[in-house]
Each structure stands twice: as C-alpha cells, then as structure tokens.
T-cell receptor, first 112, second 116 residues
Framework: DAEITQSPRHKITETGRQVTLACHQTWNHNNMFWYRQDLGHGLRLIHYSYGVQDTNKGEVSDGYSVSRSNTEDLPLTLESAASSQTSVYFC???????????FGEGSRLTVL | AQTVTQSQPEMSVQEAETVTLSCTYDTSESDYYLFWYKQPPSRQMILVIRQEAYKQQNATENRFSVNFQKAAKSFSLKISDSQLGDAAMYFCAYRSVTSNTGKLIFGQGTTLQVKP
C-alpha cells in the first residue's frame, strides 16, 4: 500500500541546533505540504511544493526551509531551532492541486 | 484571506446519542471545498467527509453528515449513534477552488469525548 512516512516520530533537541524532519511518500503525488499543529491553532501551513524543484512559503515559514529534489521526498529543515518551534509536524500529499490531503503520522519535536 | 473558526474547544456526548460540531468560515469566494478531519489519539489525520460548495445537497458518510449553510458560511458535522471510537479531535478545513493552490486552511479543532 502507498504511504507517507515521517521520521523521526519523536525528537528532542536544543535551541540553536539544526534539525531535519524527513517525509517520504510512495503515493507518487506531485503536491506535498508541511503543517505544524499547536493547541488552539489547528494546523498551519509551513511550506509546500507542487513538484521537483518547486517550493513555496506558507503562513508560518520563518525559520524553516524545504527542498524538493525528487517526487518522493520533502525534508523540512529548522536551521536554528527555537523553543517556539516545539510542535507536532505533519507532512501531507495530494494527487492534484485541490485534491484531498493524505497525511503522515506526524513528528513531535521538542526544543529545549 | 479565508479563515475557519471552530468555537467549541470541547464537546461530549453519550454513547449512541447524536452530537453536532460547529464550524464557520469566512471567504469572498463562491466555489470551494469544505472538509472534516478526525484526529484520534494516534495523531493520524483521517478524512471524515467533504462538501463541494456548488452542491446544495449535504454530504453524508454513514453515521456522519453535514449541515452546509452557504449563505451563513456554516458547516456543521453531525455524528449519529456515537461510538466510543468517535472520541477524537475534529478539524474543519477549507480549500479554495479559485486560487487552486491545494492548501487547506484549518480551524482550531474540537475535542469530542464519548461517554459510555
């Protein structure tokens, strides 16, 4: 079965460190999204991509970056982790622009 | 910019009874999609139901149905015959058709407790 795999599922890091969250999908979907989930805010869009070499900023992109070198992967990098980036991060894909989103299982990041 | 509001942070329902979760949204667009997602304690996001704004008929999926009031910009979720497995956080979400970016805008979520 096709799936979306996020890793690590849990990570604790220190302020100032670089962190990369991986997202790998076998759906062969062109569209990939990164959201963060915080209590009281629902899910907020960080970055998204419509295909290889395409990346776009979402509403909360400051402090985050992504790159898309192939269809399957969209890693999310925190260049210098901050305590405000403690959150649960979700990767999602869709088969076409406007289709429903399929979500990974989330990665819980704690920045101390 | 579009916004989605879920004004009920928490709701509870007795097993086998019916509960309605509220969602309102703000948009100037005439064509869009609305979704309800369920997030159980496992954290997995599961699509419950979707509604196309151009359809007048309310969407239904088994025990889940929506009351879509386009003029009022309201999109509530009704869960009938509630089961213990329905306990979860529920998110309402909006997707524009006009901008066609594929992005979903989410509400803050409502935590549903089901009492045996």
């Amino acid at each position: 079965d096709a799936e979306i795999t996020q890793s690590p599922r849990h990570k604790i890091t220190e302020t100032g460190r670089q962190v990369t969250l991986a997202c790998h999908q076998t759906w062969n979907h062109n569209n990939m999204f990164w959201y963060r989930q915080d209590l009281g805010h629902g899910l907020r869009l960080i970055h998204y991509s419509y295909g290889v070499q395409d990346t776009n900023k979402g509403e909360v992109s400051d402090g985050y970056s992504v790159s898309r070198s192939n269809t399957e992967d969209l890693p999310l990098t925190l260049e210098s982790a901050a305590s405000s980036q403690t959150s649960v991060y979700f990767c999602a894909t869709s088969p076409r622009v406007g289709g429903e989103l399929f979500f990974g299982e989330g990665s819980r990041l704690t920045v101390l | 910019a579009q916004t989605v509001t879920q004004s009920q942070p928490e709701m509870s329902v007795q097993e086998a009874e019916t509960v309605t979760l509220s969602c309102t949204y703000d948009t100037s667009e005439s064509d869009y999609y609305l979704f309800w997602y369920k997030q159980p304690p496992s954290r997995q996001m599961i699509l419950v139901i979707r509604q196309e704004a151009y359809k007048q008929q309310n969407a239904t999926e088994n025990r889940f149905s929506v009351n879509f009031q386009k003029a009022a910009k309201s999109f509530s979720l009704k869960i009938s015959d509630s089961q213990l497995g329905d306990a979860a956080m529920y998110f309402c979400a909006y997707r524009s058709v006009t901008s066609n970016t594929g992005k979903l805008i989410f509400g803050q979520g409502t935590t549903l407790q089901v009492k045996p």
